[in-house]
T-cell receptor, first 113, second 116 residues
Framework: GDSVTQMEGPVTLSEEAFLTINCTYT??????LFWYVQYPGEGLQLLLK?????DKGSNKGFEATYRKETTSFHLEKGSVQVSDSAVYFC????????????FGRGTSLIVHP | NAGVMQNPRHLVRRRGQEARLRCSPM?????VYWYRQLPEEGLKFMVY????????ESGMPKERFSAEFPKEGPSILRIQQVVRGDSAAYFC??????????????FGPGTRLTVL
C-alpha cells in the first residue's frame, strides 16, 4: 500500500539558515504529492503540491520537486524565519478508488532568533 | 468566506462519557473527512462522508465510534463510552470534489479531546 516517510524531528535551526526536510514515498502509479504545515494550535494548511514527475511546487519561499526516480519530495527553504516554526507533513494523494491522502508522521521545525 | 469550523476546540470528558465533535465544512463543500492525530504521530484517516452518506469508514474503530453528515447541519463524530486512549486531536477536512489527487482538502482547527 501507499506510505510516506519523513525525517525525524525536531529540526532546530537559527534564523536565515537553509532548511531541508526529507520525504520519500512508496506508491504505485502516479500520485500527487503535498506538503502541509500545521502551526501551533491550528489545523493543517496546504503549503504546496506537485501533481506529476519533475513538477516543482512552491509557496512562501518553500519549494519541493517531485522526483519519481528517487521517489522523493523534499521540502526546502533558503532562509527560514522564526515564524516558520511549525510541524510539516508530507502527503500523497490519488484519485479513483484510493482517494484518501496518506500522511507522513510530521516533522517539527523550531527556528531560533 | 469562512473556513472549516470545528467545535468545541477543547473537550474534556471522564471515562465512560460520550463525546460529540462537530464540523461545518466550507461553503459549497459536500465532502467531509475526519482524521485523528495522536500525540507525536501523524494524521490517521477515520471516515469520509458526503451528505447523508458514509462513503468510507475503513479507518474508524468498529466499536464506540460513529459519524454522520445530515442533509442539514454539521457533520458529527460521536464517541461513546470514551477511554483514555481516545485522547487526541480530531481534525475535520472538507473538499469540493471527491478525492485527493487534485482536490485540496481544507482542514479545520481541530478538537482536542482529553479523557480523564
Amino acid at each position: 500500500g501507499d506510505s510516506v516517510t519523513q525525517m525525524e524531528g525536531p529540526v532546530t535551526l537559527s534564523e536565515e539558515a537553509f532548511l531541508t526536510i526529507n520525504c520519500t514515498y512508496t506508491a504505485t502509479g502516479y500520485p500527487s504529492l503535498f506538503w502541509y504545515v500545521q502551526y501551533p494550535g491550528e489545523g493543517l494548511q496546504l503549503l504546496l503540491k506537485a501533481t506529476k514527475a519533475d513538477d516543482k511546487g512552491s509557496n512562501k519561499g518553500f519549494e519541493a520537486t517531485y522526483r519519481k526516480e528517487t521517489t522523493s519530495f523534499h521540502l526546502e527553504k533558503g532562509s527560514v524565519q522564526v515564524s516558520d516554526s511549525a510541524v510539516y507533513f508530507c502527503a500523497l494523494g490519488r484519485g479513483g478508488g484510493s482517494y484518501i491522502p496518506t500522511f507522513g508522521r510530521g516533522t517539527s521545525l523550531i527556528v531560533h532568533p | 468566506n469562512a473556513g472549516v469550523m470545528q467545535n468545541p476546540r477543547h473537550l474534556v470528558r471522564r471515562r465512560g462519557q460520550e463525546a460529540r465533535l462537530r464540523c461545518s465544512p466550507m461553503k459549497g463543500h459536500s465532502h467531509v473527512y475526519w482524521y485523528r492525530q495522536l500525540p507525536e504521530e501523524g494524521l490517521k484517516f477515520m471516515v469520509y462522508l458526503q451528505k447523508e452518506n458514509i462513503i468510507d469508514e475503513s479507518g474508524m474503530p468498529k466499536e464506540r465510534f460513529s459519524a454522520e453528515f445530515p442533509k442539514e447541519g454539521p457533520s458529527i463524530l460521536r464517541i461513546q463510552q470514551v477511554v483514555r486512549g481516545d485522547s487526541a486531536a480530531y481534525f475535520c477536512a472538507s473538499s469540493i470534489k471527491r478525492g485527493g489527487l487534485y482536490n485540496e482538502q481544507f482542514f479545520g482547527p481541530g478538537t482536542r479531546l482529553t479523557v480523564l
